[in-house]
């Protein structure tokens, strides 16, 4: 039973440019959080999905990061001109279905780096 | 505000010593506590979890963590340490669907 997968595990952008970020859930899981993690700092809540639908984006900055989870394919978390202050890890974590939302499986991670 | 905090940014132990690392939360109404782990290299992985019941959890490779409503804490213990348990140790809570992470423990377990 694989995991929650994420791709690229790195990637690499230039100040400006676009930044897409792609988590597939473990199977069966509909329910999808990002998190982001700065070095020396824990994860910080970012956006949680549902198929087709944002549950909580308290987290988000308000400007150019976006996220989606659609009927079919994965979560992509988008970020718009990245500058450098966005490079950091970034986590996707599933859970089961509401009963179980607490219970949170987490992938490998995209690093992010802004040259 | 909502928050977790982990006391020990570092924690260095030879090995058979006994492991606590704390973790305190701050926030009222239903409490869902959780710890995990991250070996180097590797993603992070659900040690123990604590939703409602008996207090004293059990959890994988020999973990354990007491929930104390009174003090506000949810402390990691192990009795005997090895050199593999050497990874970072994050505490966790949620009662919205997210998670509120602690800013992590590294533990050096030294052979």
């Known amino acids: 039973n694989a995991g929650v997968m994420q791709n690229p595990r790195h990637l690499v952008r230039r100040r400006g440019q676009e930044a897409r970020l792609r988590c597939s859930p473990m199977k069966g899981h509909s329910h999808v959080y990002w998190y982001r993690q700065l070095p020396e700092e824990g994860l910080k809540f970012m956006v949680y999905?549902?198929?087709?639908?944002?549950?909580?984006e308290s987290g988000m900055p308000k400007e150019r990061f976006s996220a989606e989870f659609p009927k079919e394919g994965p979560s992509i978390l988008r970020i718009q001109q990245v500058v450098r202050g966005d490079s950091a890890a970034y986590f996707c974590?599933?859970?089961?279905?509401?009963?179980?939302?607490?219970?949170?499986?987490f992938g490998p991670g995209t690093r992010l780096t802004v040259t | 505000a909502q928050s977790v905090s982990q006391h020990n940014h570092h924690v260095i132990l030879s090995e058979a010593a006994s492991l606590e690392l704390g973790c305190n939360y701050s926030?009222?109404?239903?409490?869902?506590l959780f710890w995990y782990v991250q070996y180097p290299g590797q993603h992070l992985q659900l040690l123990l979890k604590y939703f409602s019941g008996d207090p004293l959890v059990k959890g994988i490779k020999g973990f354990e963590a007491e929930f104390i409503k009174s003090k506000f804490s949810f402390n990691l213990r192990k009795p005997s340490v090895q050199w593999s348990d050497t990874a970072e140790y994050f505490c966790?809570?949620?009662?919205?669907?997210?998670?509120?992470f602690g800013k992590g423990t590294k533990l050096s377990v030294k052979p």
């Open positions: 966790a809570g949620g009662s919205q669907g997210n998670l509120i």
């Open positions: 926030y009222g109404g239903t409490v869902n």
């Open positions: 999905l549902q198929k087709e639908n944002i549950i909580d």
């Open positions: 974590a599933s859970s089961l279905g509401q009963a179980q939302v607490y219970e949170q499986y």
